[in-house]
């Protein structure tokens, strides 16, 4: 059960609370005094913890998870550890939403932190600090010597920020841990909420999300771009990767190292790129993909299956390059 220092955790709940609370009504034998602790991602769960799985795509993960209870389908069961106990319902989704609440009731909301200070009134705490004009800094928040935080920024409390980091104007970071020699550029906001809600009916219900951002060394994010945090699992952007402008980055991406990623691109939620991917202006990738290493993506492309490594496409959608130019010639 990692600790999540950015959110008010509630809990333990006996597991009957939470089942009631999502509306399940299978039984279960000798579970009575059964405490869940946390809710946690498929690899971080433990066996105090409640986790889910609504894809196939995640088995190898899923088979090996420790968490004691698992949200899921009947048709999906057979990828859990026997030892996990199984919820079969109907919309894994709205389950997930209902007892993740039940433990993270704030992160559905990003609601203003309360605990910001002028920087002028902190300069003893960070003193190898370079800070602009009107910087609001929350609580234990941590800056590393000889890093800059340009006019006009928000950071809140518990995020961290590595050494010689140069933040511009006007940029908001929460729920983040960011480490050395990054470069985050004017108007960026980092860890903030993703787009993360189900329909029901004639309603949309927020889910909460509890993940973080994680910015490797050297990682550079252009002006006005958007990096959400993870909703149960992190958002990675790895070692030496580059940013253009106006990119979004979507809840529970995770980015290798060395990659180019140029302007205005968009990546859904949950893919994953290996390393030394380069992906041209406007390009979009859709959620749940995987790109592997050393691929290289068009500007424009719309990305909807999964890239295995050292493959160049382009269009819409997405083909092998050699394909795409076939195409072009035979109009």
Do not use: W
Not at 163 to 192: A, L, R
Request: aromatic share 8%.
């Amino acid at each position: 059960m990692p600790e999540n220092v950015f959110f008010e955790r509630k809990g333990p709940f006996p597991l009957k609370e939470i089942l009631n609370t999502i509306g399940y009504n299978g039984e279960f034998k000798n579970l009575d005094n059964l405490k869940i602790y946390g809710f946690e991602s498929l690899n971080n769960a433990c066996e105090k913890d409640m986790t889910f799985l609504n894809s196939s795509k995640y088995q190898n993960i899923s088979l090996k998870t420790n968490a004691a209870v698992c949200i899921t389908t009947p048709n999906l069961s057979k990828f859990l550890p026997e030892k996990c106990i199984k919820l079969n319902v109907k919309n894994v989704l709205f389950a997930v939403t209902k007892a993740s609440k039940m433990f993270f009731p704030t992160a559905d909301i990003d609601y203003p932190d309360k605990n910001l200070s002028s920087s002028s009134e902190l300069l003893k705490l960070y003193p190898k600090v370079y800070f602009g004009k009107n910087v609001l800094i929350g609580k234990n928040v941590k800056i590393g010597i000889n890093s800059s935080i340009g006019s006009n920024c928000i950071i809140e409390s518990n995020v961290t920020i590595g050494e010689k980091c140069f933040i511009g104007s006007f940029v908001t970071i929460k729920n983040s841990i960011i480490h050395n020699n990054v470069n985050i550029q004017d108007g960026s906001k980092v860890g903030v909420k993703g787009f993360g809600f189900l329909p029901i009916k004639n309603k949309n219900l927020r889910s909460p999300h509890i993940g973080k951002v994680i910015l490797k060394d050297g990682v550079e994010i252009g002006a006005n771009s958007t990096i959400d945090r993870g909703s149960i699992a992190d958002t990675i952007i790895g070692t030496n990767t580059f940013l253009d402008n106006q990119v979004h980055v979507a809840h529970n991406v995770q980015i290798g190292d060395n990659c180019m990623i140029a302007g205005q691109v968009g990546f859904a939620g949950s893919s994953t790129l290996g390393d030394n991917v380069v992906i041209g202006g406007q390009a979009g990738i859709s959620g749940h993909l995987k790109i592997g290493n050393n691929v290289k993506i068009g500007g424009g492309s719309g990305v909807v299956s999964d890239i295995p490594d050292n493959k160049s496409v382009m269009g819409y959608p997405a083909v092998s390059l050699k394909d795409f130019v076939k195409k072009r010639k035979n109009k």
